[in-house]
């Protein structure tokens, strides 16, 4: 019983920071605020130079670099956010509030990198090596018969020597591939926690992964096979990988799903290709790229995803096809539309190892130019998702431009931060549209958009823009930049230099998404766009992007409270035996005495029936008991009456009569007299 008291003292010390600590990892997305950004109630946003990021409408907080963080945050953000969610419910009521969500949400991950067997010991060898040598090396022959005392000697060091790499090599090994393979299994299951609270929470359209799927481009088939199972089976368990047949490459599905009304996109994983999936531009070859479409899906492909327009009637409104001879017609009277374009941009720049791979791409981006709507089309959001950045100046983020070469393989391209300059101008001005000439379509302002990638595993939000003035102002400094260059600043310096809502400078968001890894505190994205009609009724809207980050927290928290969760379980079984021990204990003690006393003989004359007996026990304690006769009302009747008058004089009885009581003394003393007979 001791014990059931000391373990359930510890199980209730536990029990409180254990139950706080596991809601707040299972609850952490509702507890940091985290939410897709909804449209503003107010369609028009007030030209105002924002001197604190979140005083714009609809915006989240700003971290590092930029990278936007939840809209709210800790104990104080969650007041604010119940009391804020409480007013709109007073104010524009439930149904409204269900209304504002965003019909495009998109939960963007980045860079999970699966590690895997490659890190551990090698299978084929065997565990315990020094053992192995110990018995098949000769260690008793030395080649010196005529000295069988050094035989001896030698053989003893051998055995020491073997011991020796046992203890410090051998067994070491052993740990440390267990807690490898303990490591894999719960980084696995810390990504899936992250994908699962936010998915539940947050209830997306899409997903996306911007690539670095695995954790090398230089693993064999059989080893990116099983990650690629842990990546479908553990991490995105409830993930679907995007058939060919739905992964166009060539916009023929246009005018596209319809928002919302397909619910399986809510599990379809869009998986991008990143420098560990299939290597940079020197590596990538076919067989790279094959075994990636095969267990994740197309490097290359689009999608159309259309909104159609609700009247006040809620109805949805069809349109005509526009007359090109008739002035008066709009310019655009298209549904609004998203079309999402994944990019394989690890071979936009070289030199390459397959021509013919980098050939694919740019084919790729010319179908995507070809199959566009007109760049005056403010009606289409097109949204890129690739892994590798778009260039920028260094300081800009944390990885600077980077590049590096094969010097033994012809020069190929090895690795790089960032896209070169070329390239990067190359995917904004074909894909987007965007020129700093004024005379281009759309006055060169290109298309609305966004893009989304990886890499760089510190995250980063920036946007570029076609400098066309000498001096880029804010509100309290001046940014210098040439002018006629592509340039990129923080997303927060572009705001309050209003170079989002600027009409003559082109320009563009960018958002490298944090890294989703443990070491990075589990980050993910949340990508909003809605479409605001028009201040008349002909006229053409335009579609609104916002972003936000929601963090969890490194690895090592995770496991922490998942081992106090079983250090509190522990203890509770462990006090649940033990308590159950201890009852049964003391059942089976009393059942014994109970047994005792059903089995008790008679006396030597066969008679005794109705007799109270007492017997005394090894450990001095007195048991009165009534055998079963003719008797019995007598006998209970004096059972009573002893109970009554107390069991001390019947104990001092007892040890005056030496060990009988009164009764069995009277039934001696008649049995010796001849005269022992019935009550």
């Not at 551990?120 to 005392?149: A, M, N, V």
């Not at 009409?503 to 909003?528: C, H, K, Q, W």
Request: proline residues 6%.
């Amino acid at each position: 019983m001791p014990n059931f008291g000391l373990l359930l003292t510890l199980a209730r010390f536990l029990l409180t920071p254990a139950l706080i600590s596991t809601l707040w990892i299972y609850f952490y997305p509702f507890l940091h605020g985290c939410e897709f950004p909804e449209p503003p109630l107010r369609t028009s946003e007030p030209e105002v130079c924002y001197l604190n990021p979140q005083a714009g409408p609809g915006n989240a907080s700003e971290g590092h670099n930029g990278a936007t963080g939840g809209s709210r945050g800790g104990l104080l953000g969650l007041g604010k956010q119940l009391a804020h969610t409480w007013k709109e419910l007073r104010e524009d009521g439930r149904n409204k509030l269900r209304g504002r969500k965003a019909p495009f949400r998109l939960l963007a991950l980045g860079d999970p990198q699966l590690e895997g067997d490659t890190s551990l010991p090698d299978p084929d060898e065997p565990t315990f090596q020094s053992l192995k040598q110990l018995f098949e090396k000769p260690i008793l022959e030395t080649g010196d018969h005529d000295r069988p005392l050094r035989k001896e000697v030698v053989g003893c060091i051998h055995i020491l020597e073997s011991f020796r790499d046992l203890v410090v090599q051998d067994v070491p090994r052993l740990f440390s591939s267990w807690r490898k393979k303990l490591d894999l299994w719960g980084n696995d299951y810390y990504l899936a926690h992250v994908y699962r609270s936010m998915k539940w929470w947050a209830t997306p359209t899409h997903v996306t992964v911007l690539g670095d799927l695995v954790g090398s481009q230089w693993i064999d088939d059989n080893e990116f096979e099983w990650r690629a199972w842990r990546y479908w089976n553990r991490v995105f368990s409830d993930g679907q990988k995007i058939e060919d047949s739905t992964a166009l490459g060539d916009g023929s599905n246009e005018p596209g799903d319809e928002l919302g009304v397909d619910k399986v996109w809510e599990n379809r994983i869009i998986n991008i290709a990143g420098n560990h999936d299939i290597g940079y531009a020197g590596e990538i070859d076919g067989s790279a790229i094959d075994r990636f479409e095969t267990h994740f899906g197309r490097v290359n492909w689009d999608r159309w995803f259309r909104l159609p327009r609700v009247s006040s009637d809620n109805n949805p409104q069809t349109s005509a096809p526009p007359n090109p001879f008739d002035s008066t017609t709009p310019k655009t009277i298209s549904d609004p539309a998203i079309r999402v374009v994944v990019l394989n941009d690890m071979n936009l720049d070289g030199p390459v190892y397959s021509h013919a791979h980098q050939s694919d791409t740019y084919s790729f981006i010319n179908s995507v130019i070809s199959t566009s709507r007109p760049v005056e089309d403010s009606s289409v959001l097109t949204v890129l998702l690739t892994h590798v950045p778009l260039h920028k100046q260094a300081g800009v983020c944390i990885d600077a431009p980077y590049f590096s070469y094969y010097v033994e393989n012809a020069g190929l391209l090895r690795e790089q931060n960032h896209l070169s300059e070329f390239a990067s101008q190359q995917v904004l001005q074909s894909i987007f549209g965007m020129s700093g000439d004024r005379n281009a379509p759309g006055a060169g302002m290109g298309r609305t958009g966004i893009i989304l990638d990886g890499h760089d595993h510190e995250g980063c939000d920036v946007w570029h823009y076609f400098n066309r003035s000498d001096t880029i102002h804010t509100c309290e400094e001046s940014t210098e930049a040439k002018t006629g260059n592509w340039a990129a600043v923080p997303y927060p310096v572009a705001r309050r230099a209003k170079l989002p809502v600027s009409s003559d400078i082109p320009g563009i968001r960018e958002v490298t998404v944090r890294s989703m890894m443990g070491s990075y505190g589990g980050n993910a994205g949340l990508l909003s766009a809605w479409y605001e009609e028009g201040a008349k009724g002909g006229e053409a809207g335009e579609w609104k992007v916002e972003y936000a980050a929601c963090p969890f927290v490194v690895q090592h928290v995770w496991w922490a409270v998942h081992i106090i969760d079983l250090i509190l379980l522990g203890l509770i079984l462990a006090a649940a035996v033990s308590y159950c021990r201890h009852w049964g204990s003391t059942r089976h003690s009393e059942g014994q005495g109970l047994e005792q006393e059903g089995n008790a003989e008679p006396n030597e004359t066969g008679r005794g029936d109705g007799e109270a007996k007492v017997k005394m026990p090894m450990n001095g304690s007195v048991k009165l008991s009534c055998t079963s006769g003719l008797h019995d009302l007598i006998c209970n009747k004096t059972l009573q009456e002893r109970h009554l008058s107390g069991w001390q004089s019947d104990i001092r009885a007892i040890k005056s009569n030496n060990g009988k009581s009164d009764i069995e003394k009277e039934a001696g003393e008649k049995e010796a007299n001849g005269t022992m007979g019935w009550l």
